[in-house]
């Protein structure tokens, strides 16, 4: 059964740093890998979608990579702003089945001002 | 304005009491889910249909109902049998099952068991 850890679970730094979010997952026949943003007691927003056959996918200041072959992605934010405080969570298709998402338990970040 | 709309935002329910959380979508997506989220853990997917009329089990799919009578339309029903049902619900919907597209979420409901 697919499994999607994150790490750290939590992480606070200055306003202005780049920072890194790591995703990984244990079976690598994935579909696409997506990254969300959930506020505090509202829904997901789907931030960056990778497709499998994809290296990177960039928006803004926000850079997601993956590397399906040792089962790990990565979301980088330039720049960090207050508003960029939020859990971000990590979530992988499979190639068969319905499109079912398999997430992983989120990073919360905090950006002090 | 396209989009999810969960119903109510907050419920509370009695033990031994059945309850009916709304999810409507105006996206015409085919493919419509149920997760559940509670603190600590990664969302879990109840259960999903990939077209009117059709749903299949997740992986917690016990003590929980749905209907798929409409395409804009998935509710969950909250059984009595469901043994730990505080939890944050949400719905999403995306263009087909099985499709490179992303799923879009509901803003949620948050279920209280007293």
């Known amino acids: 059964k697919q499994e999607v850890t994150q790490i750290p679970a939590a992480l606070s730094v200055p306003e202005g740093e780049n920072l890194v979010l790591n995703c990984s997952f244990t079976?690598?026949?994935?579909?696409?890998l997506q990254w969300f943003r959930q506020d505090p007691g509202k829904g997901l927003t789907s931030l960056l979608l990778i497709q499998s056959s994809q290296r990177e996918q960039t928006s803004g200041r926000l850079n997601a990579s993956l590397d399906k072959s040792s089962g790990r992605s990565t979301l980088y934010i330039a720049a960090s702003q207050p508003g960029d405080s939020a859990t971000y969570l990590c979530a992988v298709s499979h190639q068969t089945g319905a499109n079912n998402l398999f997430f992983g338990t989120g990073t919360r970040l905090t950006v002090i001002p | 304005d396209g989009g999810i709309t969960q119903s109510p935002k907050y419920l509370f329910r009695k033990e031994g009491q059945n309850v009916t959380l709304s999810c409507e979508q105006n996206?015409?997506?085919?493919?419509m889910y149920w997760y559940r989220q509670d603190p600590g853990q990664g969302l879990r997917l109840i259960y999903y249909s990939q077209i009117v009329n059709d749903f299949q089990k997740g992986d917690i799919a016990e003590g929980y109902s749905v209907s798929r009578e409409k395409k804009e339309s998935f509710p969950l029903t909250v059984t009595s049998a469901q043994k730990n049902p505080t939890a944050f619900y949400l719905c999403?919907?995306?263009?087909?099952?099985?499709?490179?597209?992303?799923?879009?979420f509901g803003p949620g409901t948050r279920l209280t068991v007293l």
């Open positions: 996206l015409n997506h085919d493919a």
């Open positions: 999403a919907s995306s263009i087909v099952a099985g499709g490179p597209d992303t799923q879009y």
């Open positions: 079976d690598s026949a994935i579909y696409n």
